[in-house]
């Protein structure tokens, strides 16, 4: 059983140990594109006037992505930001920003800009990028339109265009709740085409 | 200018100055999503496209 959630979900989240103390709140999330995992977030303070922590939290911390708070199991978990993005951002990735890119197909054809990222957690405890959520272009025959596309499990993508097969296209599903049944769906055609 | 003057005007200038350092704050704050952009082994670089 796994359950999906938009990654605009995850930000902002607490995050609490398991002695109940509210340490920071999440800032990125930063996944791998060989693969799609979550490699860890990056941290902000808590407070009013508060920015952005030197400290991050690999998911291998992470004890419990519950709906209210992340939960950790102490402090000591936490660790350097740079050992975070280190992780999931290879060298020679610059590790860009996806929200706000524009979602291109292998054939050329824009389909939109990425407003949210899904991710699937399962419970495996693993956590998986599997789609975009897209504010769809003319070709996506809703302009405008808020919708989910899926994504293959080897992801490209930079800090201005992420890539997705043309076949994307025709499994484009309407709300969050149909979005798993697409994935499957979208990942089985293209393990059938290879 | 009266004291009050320039009681008013520094007043003014703390809250401007508050406000200003909370507003960078949030947006060095808001949050995003970081993606390994190198090309992963399923994906190689194809030349001459």
């Given at each position: 059983?796994?359950?999906?959630?938009?990654?605009?979900?995850?930000?902002?989240?607490?995050?609490?140990?398991?002695?109940?103390?509210?340490?920071?709140?999440?800032?990125?999330?930063?996944?791998?594109?060989?693969?799609?995992?979550?490699?860890?977030?990056?941290?902000?303070?808590r407070?009013?006037?508060?920015?952005?922590?030197?400290?991050?939290?690999?998911?291998?911390?992470?004890?419990?992505?519950?709906?209210?708070?992340?939960?950790?199991?102490?402090?000591?978990?936490?660790?350097?930001?740079?050992?975070?993005?280190?992780?999931s951002?290879?060298?020679?990735?610059?590790?860009?920003?996806?929200?706000?890119?524009?979602?291109?197909?292998?054939?050329?054809?824009?389909?939109?800009?990425?407003?949210?990222?899904?991710?699937?957690?399962?419970?495996?405890?693993?956590?998986?990028?599997?789609?975009?959520?897209?504010?769809?272009?003319?070709?996506?025959?809703?302009?405008?339109?808020?919708?989910?596309?899926?994504?293959?499990?080897?992801?490209?993508?930079?800090?201005?265009?992420?890539?997705?097969?043309?076949?994307?296209?025709?499994?484009?599903?309407?709300?969050?709740?149909?979005?798993?049944?697409?994935?499957?769906?979208?990942?089985k055609?293209?393990?059938?085409?290879? | 200018?009266?004291?009050?003057?320039?009681?008013?005007?520094?007043?003014?200038?703390?809250?401007?100055?508050?406000?200003?350092?909370?507003?960078i704050?949030?947006?060095?704050?808001?949050?995003?999503?970081?993606?390994?952009?190198?090309?992963?082994?399923?994906?190689?670089?194809?030349?001459?496209?």
């Open positions: 059983m796994s359950r999906l959630m938009r990654t605009s979900e995850v930000i902002g989240r607490p995050v609490v140990t398991l002695n109940g103390q509210d340490i920071a709140q999440i800032k990125d999330v930063v996944y791998s594109a060989g693969g799609g995992a979550v490699g860890g977030f990056t941290l902000a303070g407070g009013l006037f508060s920015g952005p922590l030197k400290q991050g939290l690999s998911w291998s911390a992470v004890m419990a992505l519950g709906p209210d708070a992340v939960m950790i199991r102490d402090e000591d978990v936490v660790s350097s930001v740079t050992e975070i993005l280190d992780a951002v290879r060298p020679g990735g610059s590790g860009g920003n996806v929200l706000g890119s524009e979602v291109l197909t292998d054939t050329g054809i824009l389909l939109g800009t990425v407003v949210d990222v899904i991710l699937e957690v399962s419970e495996r405890r693993t956590c998986d990028v599997v789609g975009y959520e897209v504010s769809a272009s003319e070709a996506l025959g809703t302009h405008s339109a808020k919708v989910f596309l899926p994504l293959p499990d080897t992801l490209s993508a930079s800090g201005e265009h992420v890539m997705v097969p043309a076949a994307a296209k025709d499994f484009v599903a309407h709300d969050l709740a149909g979005f798993g049944a697409a994935v499957k769906a979208f990942r055609n293209l393990e059938g085409q290879g | 200018m009266e004291w009050w003057g320039w009681l008013l005007v520094i007043l003014v200038v703390a809250v401007l100055a508050v406000a200003a350092f909370w507003l704050q949030r947006r060095r704050r808001a949050g995003g999503v970081i993606v390994d952009s190198s090309v992963s082994p399923g994906n190689p670089p194809q030349e001459g496209l």
